[in-house]
């Protein structure tokens, strides 16, 4: 069973804000493929349910994002059987990216699932919300709501990751990440 972990804050004050992508997408993927979410202990909010006919757990965290792990923490859980999915400051506002492993670029939350699991093998689906512009503090941008002009690319983004889930069930990592992660994606496969 694989479990699928959407990142964000819970709460309504967070939730369309750039920091609550992982959980957009999560609640986007509960919708499209029927499975119930509903709380599970205080720290998770999560169902089961097939994704791809791959029988998973849709979780979403009900820590803040800087102790995203904790609810993962004493669960045996392998690296290979998590995709988590989370904001990156260091993609482009709307891109979408696929990664297996490597460092956490400073995520706290990725930091703390790290710490949880000890191991770091686990797949990222990496939802870009670009850099802060010039003197606006990077907690600020993160907690930010997403833009009014930037809501058509946002539900473009959530769709593209929520298919970047659906091809590592199917497909496997390595497909999703030479589909998602290519320069520029207008460009004929050869």
Not at 104 to 116: D, M, Q
Not at 117 to 122: A, E, I
């Amino acid at each position: 069973m694989k479990l699928i972990y959407g990142l964000g804050n819970p709460g309504k004050r967070y939730e369309y804000t750039r920091h609550n992508i992982g959980f957009l997408v999560a609640d986007f993927l509960a919708d499209k493929w029927r499975i119930p979410m509903k709380p599970a202990g205080g720290e998770l909010v999560c169902g089961k349910g097939q994704i791809m006919k791959v029988p998973v757990v849709l979780a979403k965290p009900q820590t803040y994002m800087n102790l995203s792990g904790e609810p993962l923490r004493g669960r045996k859980i392998a690296a290979e059987d998590l995709i988590v999915i989370h904001d990156d400051l260091d993609l482009p506002a709307g891109t979408v990216r696929v990664k297996q492993g490597g460092g956490t670029g400073g995520h706290k939350g990725l930091e703390s699932v790290f710490s949880a699991l000890g191991d770091n093998g686990f797949v990222r689906i990496r939802c870009g919300i670009g850099r802060p512009f010039d003197g606006c503090d990077a907690s600020d941008y993160v907690l930010g709501i997403f833009p009014k002009e930037d809501i058509d690319l946002v539900k473009e983004q959530i769709f593209d990751a929520a298919s970047a889930v659906e091809m590592c069930l199917k497909e496997g990592v390595v497909k999703a990440m030479n589909t998602f992660n290519r320069r520029d994606k207008t460009t004929p496969e050869e």
